[in-house]
């Protein structure tokens, strides 16, 4: 299983399952994120606090269950040609748009066409992509021009992925973020309102087409239980404990670790420690402008670098993270030490060398941080502090999360070197984001575009892992980002809030609300 959650506390999981508990209508969930989204079109973000409310309202053609295998979402069935180069694709009749018109082959098509010109997860697919068209109102055809192995998995993807769209919607907003009057998907509930600096607010589709396989993650059935969803932006932490501990709220993201004997033995919440998989706290690396586009200034900043004091800074106690320097957690069929031999070296006086060689002459290394995210900008003071003791001239910027992003994501004109985030288990290394020449960092050498190439067109899993383990090599060589640790996120829940989504598979540190209901 990819995800479980470890509750401490009052624990209820399963309650729902063995009938004690019956889901009810009605009421408002009142959520607390971290942070206030920059946007909900998920075709052009990668962030969590967006996908939390967004993925109640966007639908793709796929969706991840609790295995993260992708399971069939807006489609009926679909078919591969024996070739592995003709995709057919067959909607599901009936479902309807928020905005009361039917899903069709040409909403399909004009979503999946921005996605492929502008989508932030791309171009790996959509590079082998020769030919999409709608053959009638519910079957899309898309021609390849070799197999591509992860294709259901960047179909299923949310983060930067290719939600459906009404194809007016679509084609009008080109590369340009949708505006929120323009949310409209085919989800469990609809955009209602945003009141900037304050909510989201979603209300019950009362026209969603569910489908009737069973709820599996993100998969299956979907019942819209809540009149209304309430996403509340809460950047304080003390501000979500407190809240929660109250009953503002019913459900807290992002609770910092040493919060959490304010909660131990409280009969009203259920702490929620997502340990399988972890977070991964990266800072990535600028590697076409500014001083880091040298590669070795990039491999003398991963070589001062002491991990431990880095990720104990960041997630307090031990118990809530731990040193790897895999991109995938141990446990996950993906995880390799290969490369690692280059992680947590804590060798300042090595960095010295590098920064030599490289002729670095003092210029400013420019690390950008949001100082809303807690653990990051924690995070971000100790490593700012190793550099400048191996010889570099920090210069640490830190803003909120919206300007944060923009400044992260502005190819046109980075002013940064090291941003600071981080990053979910993903199901298949082919979505790892630092992959993607789009994403921010803009790693694109000919050696990794090889590997990628090769990574995607191979579907023996053994063999595919070779590739795997060769990227992870060339990772540590080239170093697009530097990845810290392993950490496990605590969320607090209140006691009433029953359902799938909360208390049975809760898909790791971005939860859903549909399925759940409060007594």
């Known amino acids: 299983m990819w995800r479980r959650s470890v509750v401490f506390g009052v624990l209820l999981v399963g309650v729902a399952l063995l009938g004690v508990a019956e889901p009810k209508y009605g009421g408002t969930l009142k959520v607390a994120l971290a942070s206030e989204p920059g946007t909900l079109d998920m075709q052009l973000t990668t962030g969590v606090a967006a996908s939390i409310p967004a993925r109640h309202i966007f639908e793709g053609l796929f969706a991840f269950d609790e295995n993260y295998t992708p399971k069939p979402m807006l489609l009926e069935d679909w078919e591969l040609s024996a070739d592995g180069k003709t995709v057919t694709f067959y909607l599901r009749k009936g479902v309807l748009f928020h905005n009361g018109k039917e899903l069709k082959a040409e909403d399909v098509v004009a979503s999946l066409e921005r996605w492929g010109k502008y989508g932030l997860t791309s171009k790996a697919l959509w590079s082998h992509v020769v030919e999409l068209k709608a053959v009638d109102d519910y079957t899309v055809v898309m021609v390849l021009d070799q197999p591509f192995a992860p294709l259901e998995t960047y179909l299923a993807n949310i983060y930067g992925g290719p939600r459906i769209y009404p194809k007016e919607v679509a084609e009008a907003a080109g590369s340009e973020p949708i505006s929120p009057e323009n949310y409209i998907g085919t989800g469990p509930y609809k955009f209602a309102e945003w009141k900037a600096g304050d909510y989201i607010k979603l209300v019950r589709f009362e026209g969603y087409s569910a489908r009737e396989d069973a709820a599996s993650g993100y998969a299956g059935k979907r019942v819209a239980y809540f009149d209304e969803l309430l996403f509340y932006f809460v950047p304080e932490d003390n501000a979500r404990l407190v809240g929660i501990q109250a009953g503002t ?15 131990e033995g409280d009969p009203n919440i259920v702490p929620i420690i997502v340990d399988h998989p972890p977070i991964y706290p990266m800072a990535l690396c600028n590697t076409i402008s500014g001083l880091t586009a040298d590669v070795k200034i990039r491999q003398a900043i991963l070589a001062a670098l002491d991990m431990e004091p880095i990720m104990l800074a960041g997630y307090g106690d031990p118990t809530f993270w731990k040193l790897n320097g895999s991109y995938f957690a141990p446990g996950i069929r993906w995880y390799t030490t290969a490369g690692t031999e280059a992680y947590n070296q804590a060798n300042p006086e090595r960095a010295k060398e590098l920064l030599k060689e490289a002729g670095y002459n003092g210029e400013p290394l420019r690390i950008i941080v949001a100082g809303d995210m807690t653990a990051q900008y924690n995070q971000a003071l100790v490593v700012a502090d190793q550099l400048k003791k191996a010889g570099f001239n920090v210069d640490l910027q830190v803003y909120d999360k919206a300007t944060f992003f923009a400044r992260r994501n502005d190819r046109k004109n980075p002013q940064w070197e090291l941003a600071f985030s981080y990053y979910y288990t993903i199901p298949d290394p082919s979505l790892v984001l630092m992959l993607s020449p789009t994403y921010a960092g803009w790693w694109d050498t000919p050696q990794k575009r090889i590997l990628v190439e090769v990574l995607n067109q191979i579907t023996d899993f053994k063999v595919r892992y070779k590739v795997w383990e060769a990227i992870m090599e060339l990772w540590y060589i080239e170093v697009p980002a530097i990845k810290f640790g392993d950490a496990f996120q605590l969320h607090l829940k209140r006691a009433s809030l029953k ?21």
């Open 249 to 263: 709220y019913d459900y807290a993201v992002n609770i910092p670790n040493d919060l959490y004997p304010n909660v």
């Open 499 to 519: 359902g799938y989504g909360t208390e049975y598979i809760n898909m790791g540190a971005a939860p859903y609300f549909w399925n759940s209901w409060k007594e």
